[in-house]
């Protein structure tokens, strides 16, 4: 296994795991040998006891076939060579894409409108018509979610050629079962995947993205995905994606192209090619909850994000509960309970102080008012420079609830702060901060 801060090939420096399997680690590496250094993707087969000849030859076919690719939506090959220390396997280096994958998305409950996802889809399918008509055609065999990233161009862009294929296989060859459950038509499992197959999986991500739900999970009938009653779609996009999951091979589109053609006759204005969604993959303000208590101060010099921490709200509920019972049943009772509950009171109420997080200069720091006028007292600090990365996570409480918060990860440690907030408050905060980081340069 890798580690952060090792250099591979006295070139490729690790910075971050993206992934990982049984076989196979992703890594965020940076390119010391350019100035300025540039970040790369560093992926590592690792050989050894599990490593299968099917994942050798899967792994060999990816780097051969995207050395010959040139498009530039997908990212490019920069290099791939043996590995003998600290581990044995073999590396492929590729560009790295800033942006965002569509998996990551639907996970922040992040909604896309037709209009988007005709977008999306014709992106897509200039990217298929790319590679199905080169000599010999190329199959994707895996697209997916995770597999299409948002770039922060605005652009889309298709990523992981792990089970990419050149052509259909012959009657009587062998092959290998690759794919995602609930994107993989029928025919992909038995080893004769076509351009239709990659349109499959197309269409089933295009659901995915429409319901927030996995296809594997979606209702069927005689094997046909069961969608139209979970989206509000026109009639004529419906029929567009029916036909592009179609379970019969022969009733689907059969070409990228073909789909492309009656994908465009819906697009009012069409000119013909992919276009940048939007300049940025998605704005902050777009996440912003329609009721939140958070403030925020944004310049080119300053972010400060400030908020109250109503985590422990319950116990101030319970503690009042006590008291007001105890004074019910007789008033030494009661002054006995509010003595008891004096610290969970005080406590919870100190809670109720605003936490300030204030990005500035080359630091950054987290605050606890205790007075808000007047005094406030730090948490913790770091410096902006070491943060790796900036993420909404979650966490089930002793009660087996979900508590959100924010991660801010550096170097050297995890910084913990938004508990009390919601999910939707959380993901737009993080948005905010990445798209502050953004605009410096550290």
């Not at 013909?272 to 939140?292: A, F, G, M, N």
Request: glycine share 4%.
């Amino acid at each position: 296994m890798l580690k952060t801060g090792q250099i591979l090939q006295q070139r490729y420096q690790i910075s971050e795991k993206l992934g990982h399997n049984i076989a196979h680690e992703v890594w965020l590496a940076r390119d010391i040998q350019i100035k300025p250094t540039e970040s790369v993707v560093v992926k590592v087969l690792l050989t050894g006891g599990m490593t299968q000849w099917d994942e050798f030859k899967l792994f060999e076919r990816e780097a051969k076939i995207l050395k010959q690719l040139e498009h530039p939506h997908i990212p490019r090959y920069l290099d791939y060579f043996p590995l003998y220390e600290p581990i044995k396997g073999f590396v492929l280096v590729q560009q790295y894409i800033q942006g965002d994958s569509f998996k990551d998305l639907i996970l922040q409950e992040y909604r896309f409108t037709e209009s988007q996802i005709k977008q999306i889809a014709k992106n897509i399918l200039h990217l298929l018509i790319y590679l199905h008509e080169l000599n010999p055609p190329v199959l994707h065999r895996d697209i997916k979610p995770s597999n299409l990233i948002w770039g922060k161009d605005g652009y889309i862009y298709l990523i992981d050629f792990g089970a990419v294929q050149y052509r259909a296989a012959v009657e009587g060859s062998t092959f290998t079962v690759v794919g995602t459950y609930g994107y993989t038509p029928i025919e992909q499992f038995g080893g004769r995947a076509v351009a239709a197959s990659d349109i499959f999986a197309l269409g089933t991500t295009l659901i995915h993205l429409l319901t927030g739900v996995s296809p594997a999970d979606l209702p069927q009938e005689d094997f046909k995905i069961k969608f139209a009653d979970r989206v509000n779609l026109s009639s004529d996009l419906i029929r567009w994606l029916e036909k592009a999951i179609e379970p019969d091979v022969k009733k689907r589109f059969d070409s990228a192209r073909k789909s492309l053609q009656e994908l465009q006759s819906q697009i009012v204005n069409d000119d013909d090619s992919p276009v940048r969604l939007r300049e940025k993959s998605y704005y902050s303000k777009d996440l912003v909850p329609p009721k939140t208590d958070v403030a925020i101060e944004n310049s080119s010099d300053e972010l400060i994000i400030k908020y109250t921490d109503y985590s422990l709200h319950y116990i101030f509920i319970i503690a009042i509960f006590i008291s007001i019972l105890g004074l019910y049943l007789n008033t030494y009772f009661a002054l006995s309970c509010f003595i008891i509950s004096l610290p969970a009171i005080t406590m919870v109420f100190s809670n109720f102080n605003p936490i300030l997080l204030n990005f500035c200069g080359n630091c950054f720091s987290i605050y606890h008012f205790q007075n808000i006028e007047h005094s406030r007292k730090i948490y913790s600090t770091g410096f902006i420079k070491d943060i790796q990365n900036v993420t909404q996570c979650n966490m089930h409480d002793a009660n087996y609830e979900i508590k959100n918060f924010i991660s801010i990860k550096t170097k050297e440690q995890e910084y913990i702060l938004g508990q009390g907030l919601s999910k939707a408050e959380c993901i737009w905060l993080v948005q905010e901060i990445k798209n502050w980081l953004e605009q410096k340069e550290y």
